[in-house]
């Protein structure tokens, strides 16, 4: 008799999804699927609205990560009312993006990853979670609080509000930034370039050789991939130009406003979720495990493979060690985290080069801005991955239509093979553990911010 | 044993959560007092059981139950039910949970006006009909939390205040009664006002109010609706700043949005805001879209796709 399992909800992940996966009489995989069950509307619902409150409005998406909707509106809005921010204004919208980096690759290593690891893909489920790596080594987890926390409170003090942010405007910032607050902060942030360099030596050294056999084969797919890069063609993740790489190296590279002649959306029956692909590559979309079309991936393991270089010199050591091991571009799933933490270590560095730099402290934040008719498109890097909105405004300023391309959908193609593929390889003959099933789920995981 | 604590995210953002995680060490010092049982973000607790292969939905007993999120679709429903279901206490935890939230916006148009704009975008392959495959139907609205089970605590704020979970939990874990604020943002904040109805038009929000140096005391600023910005301090809910009181929007030097919701639970910020203006000689007519006002809470049936048509004809 064939059997059907349902994961649900996909847990230590970001927002609601399940997998189904389907057996045959002989209890082997026939299939599996990645649901995303979520639809709000969005794209609908902010038509008719003033664009200069879109930015807070859309951050609504994602709690996580509201502050890379909350820019890439801004910058969308900035190009319909045809404004350029101040360097001022440009420069903390950038530095507020990078600490929302650093600050979510600690909570998604530490917090949801980590048990996994740490604990370990078959620990008992009550125990394979924070509140597990909290009783199991209680130093590191306080450490852990305690530099999420400070990070966090860097962006949540000066910016007054985090989730869901408000500082970033049209045109600019809220609020210039005082002396003593860049020095604040500043010293604050090499503490956490500290804790970040102590982070990927601590996985290099206790994570990754334990799980060298699982990174070499859970989920592994064969993929193209996307990310920002500057005009140097080195990682960045809040401006640059969008470079789109097929699984064999090979790449074009285009302006973010053009994001619509390389990429399209496909729709299957069976989730509310779109799945983005490269309809520049001209072969269509297929969720084909060993011939996949049209699939590329985003997010951390993404934009290091696109990326010639890292743009800052401690996380471009890191790529250097990286490539050695692993080539470019690499494809293991489970190298997004180890990816994740060589852009932890960039997002610390950058944040100081940001806070070195005297203009930050001017406070002329702010660009007049008029409403007008136009058509802008805003990109940042969130950390699930390029982030689009696209809007178009009436004479008004009244948006008129809105598409939005976010992070997290790049990737529901790809987590949909590498649960495939991950289902095919571990279940047999009706062999299903729990530590199975987590198995998994770690493929999915791993593609979370 | 102590208290057992579920947590659900519904139609949501998981902006919540992250509040709850925003504790800090405090969280540390809560997990002493309380068993998690049930948080998708955080815990591997299945609605299937751990192997997948149970029949219904189902989730483990709690003494509180916290639900953020509104109700969307009919998944949603079922979970909220079994919350209410196996949870002693039931908090709705956010303005989503409370009001609707920012997806209630969509209940301005027909769920069937919304999938045909999501799935026919300029770079969407239109699909022949709409997903529907093995996926929780979607109700007519997006509801709050109140409108299908039974609610005992309202924690407003988009999200709310880490201070506030925190006090709500501390409260719970020591049986005490949770006070619960019903000043309004103006009531807290610290600007400025004169009272004197020169303005007749309130502006939109694109450049910086009135303040004379980046470091000014707030206590030194007008009051940005004074300044002809549409701030929403006088009727939604005070509390955006946790214990520190001061608002969160207004320390930015932007207009409150209206995030906590209304001051009273059954309050009608749109209503509100429009009997404030006009009672103080605003032209209403200067607000350029006034289904916003209702942005955090359309909830309740207080956004309806009628109210799209009615302004569109």
């Keep these: ?449 | 044993m102590g208290v057992r604590v579920a947590s659900e995210w519904l139609n949501s953002c998981s902006g919540c959560e992250i509040s709850i995680i925003d504790m800090g060490e405090r969280l540390l010092d809560v997990l002493k007092v309380a068993d998690i049982v049930h948080i998708p973000a955080l815990v591997d607790s299945k609605y299937f059981g751990p192997l997948g292969d149970q029949k219904h939905l189902s989730l483990p007993e709690a003494d509180v139950g916290l639900i953020s999120g509104g109700i969307r679709n009919e998944e949603h429903l079922e979970v909220a039910l079994e919350m209410r279901k196996k949870c002693k206490i039931i908090i709705a935890l956010g303005t989503c949970a409370t009001h609707g939230g920012i997806p209630a916006m969509a209940n301005s148009w027909t769920s069937a006006q919304m999938m045909e704009r999501v799935y026919s975008t300029e770079t969407t392959d239109r699909p022949e009909a709409f997903p529907a495959d093995g996926l929780p139907p979607l109700l007519d609205a997006c509801c709050a939390v109140d409108e299908k089970i039974k609610v005992d605590i309202y924690l407003p704020g988009c999200p709310p205040h880490p201070d506030q979970v925190f006090n709500a939990l501390v409260a719970l874990v020591q049986g005490k009664p949770l006070s619960v604020s019903n000043k309004s943002v103006c009531d807290t904040c610290p600007t400025v006002r004169k009272g004197k109805g020169e303005l007749k038009q309130v502006r939109r929000f694109l450049q910086a109010p009135h303040y004379n140096a980046p470091d000014e005391p707030l206590d030194q600023m007008r009051c940005l609706l004074e300044q002809g910005l549409l701030c929403m301090g006088p009727v939604t809910r005070a509390g955006c700043g946790g214990d520190a009181v001061t608002p969160r929007c207004i320390s930015a030097r932007v207009p409150c949005r209206g995030c906590s919701g209304p001051v009273r639970h059954e309050g009608n910020q749109l209503l509100d805001m429009l009997n404030a203006l006009a009672s103080n000689g605003i032209d209403i007519k200067s607000i350029p879209n006034r289904p916003l006002l209702l942005r955090f809470s359309g909830g309740h049936s207080l956004l309806k796709p009628a109210i799209q048509e009615r302004r569109s004809s």
């Design chain 1, 1 to 449: 008799m064939s059997q059907t399992i349902t994961i649900q909800p996909i847990t230590r992940i970001e927002g609601h999804a399940s997998i189904k996966i389907w057996l045959d009489e002989m209890g082997n995989f026939s299939d599996a699927r990645v649901n995303y069950m979520s639809l709000r509307g969005f794209e609908k619902f902010v038509e008719g609205k003033p664009a200069e409150e879109l930015p807070d409005i859309v951050c609504r998406i994602c709690g996580i990560c509201p502050w890379m909707h909350h820019l890439a509106s801004n910058k969308a809005v900035d190009r319909c009312f045809g404004v350029a921010p101040t360097p001022a204004g440009h420069k903390l919208r950038e530095l507020m993006q990078t600490i929302a980096h650093a600050e979510d690759k600690l909570l998604h290593f530490y917090f949801l990853a980590a048990p996994d690891f740490v604990i370990g893909p078959d620990a008992d489920y009550a125990v394979r979670n924070v509140v597990g790596i909290a009783k199991a080594n209680p130093e590191l987890a306080a450490q852990v609080v305690k530099m999420r926390y400070l990070v966090k409170m860097i962006l949540d003090k000066f910016s007054r509000k985090t989730i869901h942010p408000i500082a970033g405007v049209p045109g600019g910032f809220s609020k210039p930034m005082l002396e003593e607050e860049r020095k604040d902060i500043l010293e604050k942030m090499r503490q956490v370039l500290d804790f970040a360099l102590f982070t990927i030596d601590f996985a290099k050294k206790n994570v990754f050789p334990k799980y060298l056999e699982a990174i070499k084969t859970l989920g592994v797919i064969t993929t193209g991939f996307i990310g920002t890069v500057d005009p140097s063609g080195a990682h960045n993740l809040y401006d640059g130009k969008l470079r789109l790489m097929k699984a064999d190296g090979s790449y074009v590279d285009f302006d973010a406003q053009d994001y619509a002649d390389y990429l399209g959306e496909h729709v299957e029956p069976w989730s509310y979720g779109k799945f983005p692909y490269a309809r520049v590559w001209n072969e269509g979309f297929a969720l084909d495990v060993d011939q996949p079309r049209g699939i590329y991936r985003a997010n951390t393991l993404a934009r290091i493979n696109v990326a010639d270089r890292m743009a800052t010199p401690r996380a471009q050591a890191e790529l250097e060690e990286f490539r050695s091991l692993f080539g470019r571009p690499a494809q293991a799933t489970l190298l997004y985290h180890y990816a994740r933490l060589i852009e932890e270590v960039y997002a610390c560095e950058r944040a100081i080069e940001i806070l070195e730099d005297p203009e930050i402290t001017d406070p002329n934040v702010r660009a007049k801005v008029e409403p007008k008719a136009g058509r802008g498109v805003g990109c940042v890097e969130a950390p699930r991955g390029t982030l689009i909105h696209d809007y178009s405004t009436d004479a008004n300023g009244l948006v008129t239509r809105a598409n939005l391309i976010v992070g997290t959908t790049h990737n529901l193609g790809p987590m949909n093979l590498s649960v495939k593929q991950a289902a095919r390889a571990l279940i047999h003959d009706g062999q299903v553990t729990e530590g199975i099933l987590n198995r998994i789920e770690m493929a999915v995981r791993a593609y979370d911010p």
